[in-house]
């Protein structure tokens, strides 16, 4: 029962560099989404999407770009890695983009270091 | 629009004390409502949520949660803390589609032995 699964776990960059931090899901859920957490400022969304081939921008999406080809994989590409994004990233899915109060599951994280 | 404030970035209880962790909401819409509990290095795990249906919410690990709808509060608690409580802990709101769910910036619980 994999779940949610994040790639890598542990990355350093140099400033500029870029880089994709990979996300599967095995649940069949429709929705995925990417979080950064930095320390007292909660999860913040980057971007999501609500099925195959649909993508949206979330709070703070400048400096990344996700593609959805299919419903499993949800990739996050940095495009030229700054030292602001230094942070935790999560990957993250649920079953529908509904209302509904659906849980959302949650990766283990991925935490990146820009230098 | 959504928002949630969660009063106390850090929390500390002896074991065995109550555990009450504080989450107030914003929302022009009725709310879901959530916890989650995130241990150090992991991702976050759903503790529980309120979906309109019973205010008193019963979780995992001994956590409840009761929905106050005229003091807009989701407040967490347990009745007696253990060493295996300590984590992070995020209140969340739904905003208009599950997509949009809004985090506080979380409380810390440290248990005292």
């Known amino acids: 029962n994999a779940g949610v699964t994040q790639t890598p776990k542990f990355q350093v960059l140099k400033t500029g560099q870029s880089m994709t931090l990979q996300c599967a899901q095995d649940?069949?859920?429709?929705?995925m989404s990417w979080y950064r957490q930095d320390p007292g400022m909660g999860l913040r969304l980057i971007h999501y999407s609500v099925g195959a081939g649909i993508t949206d921008q979330g709070e703070v999406p400048n400096g990344y770009n996700v593609s959805r080809s299919t419903t499993e994989d949800f990739p996050l590409r940095l495009l030229s890695a700054a030292p602001s994004q230094t942070s935790v990233y999560f990957c993250?899915?649920?079953?529908?983009?509904?209302?509904?109060?659906?849980?959302?599951?949650f990766g283990e994280g991925s935490w990146l270091t820009v230098v | 629009a959504q928002s949630v404030t969660q009063l106390g970035s850090h929390v500390s209880v002896s074991e065995g004390a109550l555990v009450l962790l504080r989450c107030n909401y914003s929302s022009s819409v009725p709310p879901y409502l959530f916890w989650y509990v995130q241990y150090p290095n992991q991702g976050l795990q759903l503790l529980l949520k309120?979906?309109?249906?019973?205010?008193l919410v019963k979780g995992i690990n001994g956590f409840e949660a009761e929905f106050k709808k005229s003091e807009t509060s989701f407040h967490l608690t347990k009745p007696s803390a253990h060493m295996s409580d300590a984590a992070e802990y995020f209140c969340a709101v739904t905003g208009s589609s599950a997509s949009k769910i809004i985090f506080g910036s979380g409380t810390r619980l440290s248990i005292r032995p």
């Open positions: 649940m069949n859920h429709e929705y």
């Open positions: 309120y979906t309109s249906a019973a205010t």
């Open positions: 993250a899915s649920s079953y529908s983009q509904s209302s509904s109060g659906n849980t959302i599951y």
